[in-house]
């Protein structure tokens, strides 16, 4: 049973099968090229296509309901195939013009290099990528997309990145002697896989099932020592799932090759008359086993389940992938929107803050727009010019990746140079203090009460005139004298030495009152100066023997720290080097010869908890070690006194115990009277029962 | 050598005559004119025939009219032109020139 189609050809309406008309395609196809570049091709073509409706009109008015394969083969093995036309040699042909021998040649080169990539609409089963690649390496699509799914991690991205560029004209070549890769039925085994790539390969059949089976036969060989890892037990192990996979998907993918054509294309062989003859008559000897065989029609369908699926998944994950860049465009978006007023502090008035702008909305809130547009219309059907908006899109984008680029090559101008740090002094009122507590200054009122503030990292308040950056080392140290000092460095930079010099001189209030150092807790930024990446090295020197405290204000962003051993002051970077010690804020430390130790003797604050369960375990144990030896004199006492008087008067009194010992020494007590050799079962059973035992 | 390549040259070489004269005695169409070159055994595909015919029209050779056909599409009746008769006259005297030479040489004279 097969489909049939109406065509208009040459005028008329010619009901015709499918696969006939496929045939009849192709022809033409072969006809076209191969008249490409003679004068007049049109015609001769139209002749032979007029020839060509002559005949199918006579087949339908025998009495035939449509033009079958057979009657389209005796058609076409009639005209001939171009190959067998007898052209004109140049002789003839520069008589009247034409030289088709450079033609030919002209043409195939032409052929082979106009060839582009493109996506292959028809041969497609997700996007025609593969159909297309192959196409262009002319080899069959089936390879290319085994390959892609067998390397589906690594294919993937590549995958998207043809779908989304390579254009979707189906450049199909047709009625080229193209070679395909089938399931052999015919001759199969299991499922006819290795037959087939056999045929493709044009290698003896065996070869494919035994490259398959290789990872098997050593399972074989050493039956008796199933030892796992030694070769080629290993070898086997590790290849066999993976043979076994890929004959699997194989079977899966491949298509069988269920029409003449089809097994024709398998093996290579040119697909016309002569050929598809021979085939037919060999089939029709298989013809009995086929028809008893059902070949399951499964394979094909399960296909396109799995590629159904994957197109799913493959949408999907694009989905969430487009909605994660628009969000965080959108972000970066209303966070620069929410920054703008910031940019007073950070950018020069001007041109820079202008390009700050431009950026912002070029940059970040385009592709938002943009995307946003393109899925719109994506989903509600495409109408209009697309291609203008894309282009449009596009331009404003790269506009503003030029904008934040130029922003960012002036920002970073100005912040290339640091000027030296130096350091300075701080007079202490007393330098004799025996302790010392840093803490913060308090801020004015206005900053705390102001309703208009709102923590920002890294700016500790934002007043919208200015804002104070609290970028400050303090570092801890052993003094080499007998008195606390103070010294600290000042730092910004600039687009030179002398501008960071400058920006450097910004007010830093360090003050003692006291054993309270007050630290101001953060920088001021205005506007005139920016922010210009300004710090502050404080250093503190605390003779041995002395305390010091700084105060949890203080170390909100851990940028306290201690230092032990030789100075690193010299090589920017040494912040990242220096000795970090666990230590905490709140906390009091005093200075030894070795080194900061706590005052109140923890390892640190954690330890707290441990410490007191140690101790209360302890404890305990202890008690209970007490009691055990308590109770066992008792026992002991009694023991003897029982030893003492055994006479039957007596026999029938004994001395009420009441005992509730811990359990550890029953146990003992059990033992020991055991072991005793003056055992009396009588009156100890008493005793033993009174204990409870 | 490729015998086959000679004997399809000497072929081709003939073609042309054939066909022109089988037009001459009559206008035909292109399938009559394979059926007569396959009843003289100098058989002939449609494909090279066509071709053939469209280049010697091209060359004002021949000359062709459409006529209706109750059964199918209308179909070319391919007809002789001035140009083509003398053309062919032209090839009538060269083969008879090559038929006369090829006889002397095939067959020797015995001394």
């Known amino acids: 049973m097969k489909k049939v189609i109406n065509i208009n050809f040459q005028g008329r309406v010619v009901p015709i099968e499918e696969t006939a008309f496929e045939m009849l395609q192709n022809y033409t196809d072969s006809l076209r090229r191969f008249f490409a570049n003679e004068e007049g091709k049109d015609e001769i073509i139209n002749d032979i296509e007029g020839r060509i409706a002559e005949l199918f009109a006579e087949i339908l008015k025998k009495g035939n309901s449509c033009i079958t394969d057979a009657d389209v083969e005796a058609i076409i093995q009639s005209m001939g195939r171009p190959e067998d036309f007898e052209t004109e040699e140049a002789s003839v042909h520069s008589q009247l013009g034409a030289n088709t021998s450079n033609g030919e040649q002209q043409q195939q080169q032409q052929f082979a290099q106009g060839r582009r990539l493109y996506r292959n609409a028809n041969d497609k089963i997700l996007a025609g990528v593969c159909g297309g690649l192959a196409n262009y390496l002319n080899v069959d699509p089936i390879l290319v997309r085994i390959i892609f799914v067998v390397l589906f991690s690594i294919a993937f991205i590549p995958y998207i990145v043809i779908w989304a560029l390579v254009p979707s004209e189906a450049d199909m070549q047709v009625g080229a002697t193209r070679k395909r890769l089938f399931r052999d039925e015919d001759n199969k085994f299991i499922s006819g896989v290795c037959a087939g790539l056999a045929s493709y390969f044009n290698v003896n059949v065996w070869v494919p099932r035994l490259i398959f089976l290789i990872p098997f036969i050593s399972f074989a060989f050493r039956w008796n020592h199933w030892d796992m890892f030694s070769f080629p037990n290993f070898f086997s192990i590790s290849f066999s799932p993976g043979a076994t996979l890929i004959y699997i998907i194989l079977w899966i993918v491949l298509p069988v090759a269920k029409t003449t054509s089809e097994k024709l294309e398998m093996r290579g062989e040119k697909v016309d008359v002569n050929s598809i003859k021979n085939t037919v008559t060999e089939d029709l000897k298989g013809f009995p086993n086929r028809i008893a065989q059902q070949a399951s029609k499964s394979g094909s369908s399960l296909g396109r389940i799995i590629a159904i699926i994957a197109k799913v998944f493959l949408y999907f994950i694009m989905a969430s992938v487009l909605l994660s860049v628009v969000a965080a465009f959108a972000g970066f978006g209303i966070a620069g929107l929410g920054l703008l007023p910031l940019s007073d502090l950070i950018l020069k008035d001007g041109w820079q803050s202008w390009l700050a702008i431009i950026g912002l909305v070029l940059f970040f809130w385009v592709p938002v727009v943009g995307i946003i547009t393109w899925g719109i219309r994506r989903l509600t059907g495409r109408k209009g010019s697309k291609g203008i908006l894309a282009y449009a899109f596009s331009a404003l984008w790269i506009g503003g990746w030029i904008a934040m680029i130029l922003l960012v090559a002036s920002l970073s101008k100005d912040f290339r140079r640091t000027n030296a740090r130096s350091f300075e002094q701080v007079a202490l009122s007393n330098a004799r203090v025996d302790k010392l507590e840093i803490r913060n200054s308090d801020y004015n009122d206005t900053f705390f009460y102001n309703s208009h503030r709102f923590r920002f990292e890294p700016f500790e308040s934002i007043n919208f005139d200015s804002i104070y950056v609290p970028n400050i080392d303090i570092i801890i140290e052993k003094s080499n004298s007998d008195s606390f000092t103070v010294r600290y460095a000042r730092q910004a930079n600039g687009s030179s030495v002398q501008e960071a010099e400058r920006l450097a001189q910004f007010a830093f209030n360090i003050q003692q009152k006291d054993t309270i150092l007050t630290v101001d807790k953060g920088i001021h930024i205005n506007s005139t100066d920016k922010f210009r990446n300004q710090r502050v090295t404080m250093i503190v020197s605390v003779p041995v023997g002395k305390k010091i405290m700084v105060h949890e204000d203080v170390n909100v962003y851990d940028d306290v720290t201690i230092q032990f051993g030789p100075n690193h002051y010299n090589d920017e970077f040494w912040r990242y080097n220096r000795y970090r010690v666990e230590w905490s804020t709140g906390v009091e430390y005093i200075m030894t010869t070795e080194g900061l130790k706590r005052v109140d003797g923890k390892k640190s604050n954690n330890d707290s908890n441990a410490d007191e369960s140690l101790e209360e375990y ?76 | 050598m490729d015998i086959q390549n000679t004997q399809s040259q ?102």
Not at chain 1, 670 to 684: G, M, Q, V
Not at chain 2, 15 to 43: H, N, T, W
Not at chain 2, 86 to 99: D, G, S, V
Request: proline share 6%; with cysteine.
């Open chain 1, 618 to 693: 302890k404890k305990s144990r202890e008690k209970l070690e007490q009691e055990l030896l308590e109770k066992k004199r008792e026992l002991e006492q009694m023991e003897r006194e029982l030893k003492q008087v055994p006479d039957t008067t007596n026999r029938y009194k004994y001395k009420q115990v009441v005992v509730n010992p811990p359990k550890a020494s029953e146990k003992i007590m059990a033992t020991r009277l055991e072991k005793s050799d003056d055992y009396i079962p009588y009156p100890t059973a008493f005793i033993l029962m009174r204990l409870g035992c």
């Open chain 2, 10 to 111: 000497m072929r081709k070489g003939v073609l042309e005559f054939c066909i022109l004269s089988i037009i001459r005695q009559g206008e035909v169409y292109p399938s009559d004119i394979v059926d007569k070159m396959k009843a003289a055994d100098l058989s002939i595909l449609e494909g090279t025939l066509y071709p053939l015919l469209t280049r010697l029209k091209n060359a004002e050779l021949l000359t062709y009219r459409w006529v209706e056909s109750s059964s199918g599409p209308p179909r070319k009746y391919f007809s002789m032109t001035e140009k083509g008769l003398i053309f062919y006259e032209e090839l009538h005297a060269t083969w008879n020139e090559l038929a006369q030479a090829v006889q002397a040489l095939t067959q020797p004279n015995n001394p």
